[in-house]
């Protein structure tokens, strides 16, 4: 067993470590509640949006289809990656970058495959073994939609120059708190919604549906890659604010059981100690 100062000197170690994860999961928390109030906001405008984009471009002929729209042989796919900075957040960031490589590995073996990074930790370790062409890690640093609007245009040119005949998105979908929904996404080319489902839409156009849709495109790329990213800035959050509850509880059970033991060591050593005076006792009376 332990000495005495041994156990102390744990018990020290593990009641510091539960005020830090306890101190880190109510500063999740209230990044939480402002995270989670702007993604409750904008999704259902941002769906709205992306289902309107969808039928329009859905009916529009071949030849006036939007270059956004355009079906290419796949030769070469980008994979966006959206993870955190920061770690501490469970498998928030190792779901997103196994299942970005289970696309390269399973989905697209005929396929040459390249990464964008968003965020610090799937920059790190995707580069290690992948061609990460670009890591747009500091957008977390003014989380914006005019920020991220440059990011979106430059996938958009990517795809447009022919650079890439597919665009996926992978994130993290923001549920609440405790859970957060692995996302695979398409982003470029656009995805045109059913036949049967867009025929059933009676919309009005004014100017002609041609240039409404030239002009509601970049406008939907830019407010989806937004959402996602701001999906995943909230599932970030509640990841880690989960994480550092369990580590603290954990913390807090794993210091009781070293009270326990450091208790038990204690009266341990004060039988032994009494023992030795009784013995000595014994001795002199003898």
Known sequence: MANLKEIRNRIASVSS????????????????????????????YANKLTE??????GSLDADTGSAYSA?????????????????????F??????QSVSL??????????????????????????????????KVYDDLSFDNVA?????????????KY?????????????ATQILMTEQFLPIVSSDSESSSTMDYIFEPEKEKIVMELIPKSLKTQLYKAIRDSFASEHGARMTAMHKATDNASELRDQLKLTYNKA?????????????????????
Do not use: W
């Not at 079906?71 to 770690?87: A, C, D, F, M, Y």
């Not at 440059?150 to 022919?162: C, D, K, P, Q, T």
């Not at 204690?266 to 003898?286: D, K």
């Open 150 to 162: 440059v990011i979106a245009e430059e996938l958009m040119s990517y795809f447009a120059e022919g």
């Open 71 to 91: 079906e290419r042989p796949l030769q070469k796919v980008l994979v966006v990656t959206i993870t955190s900075n920061r770690g501490l957040c469970g498998a």
């Open 266 to 286: 204690r009266q341990a050593a004060i039988t032994n100690e009494i023992l030795e005076i009784v013995g000595g006792a014994e001795a002199l009376n003898n």
């Open 17 to 44: 470590t539960m005020q830090i994860t306890s101190a880190m999961k109510m500063v999740s928390a209230a990044k939480l509640k402002k995270a989670q109030d702007a993604i409750t906001a904008m999704r259902p």
């Open 93 to 98: 960031n190792s779901n997103v970058i196994k």
């Open 52 to 57: 309107l984009l969808q039928n329009l471009s």
């Open 165 to 177: 005949d597919q665009i996926i998105l992978v994130y993290n979908k923001f549920k609440n708190a």
């Open 104 to 137: 390269k590995t399973d989905n697209y073996k005929q396929q040459e495959v390249h990464f964008m990074a968003i965020g610090k930790k799937g920059n790190d370790l995707l580069r290690k073994k992948n061609t990460v062409i670009a890591n747009h890690s």
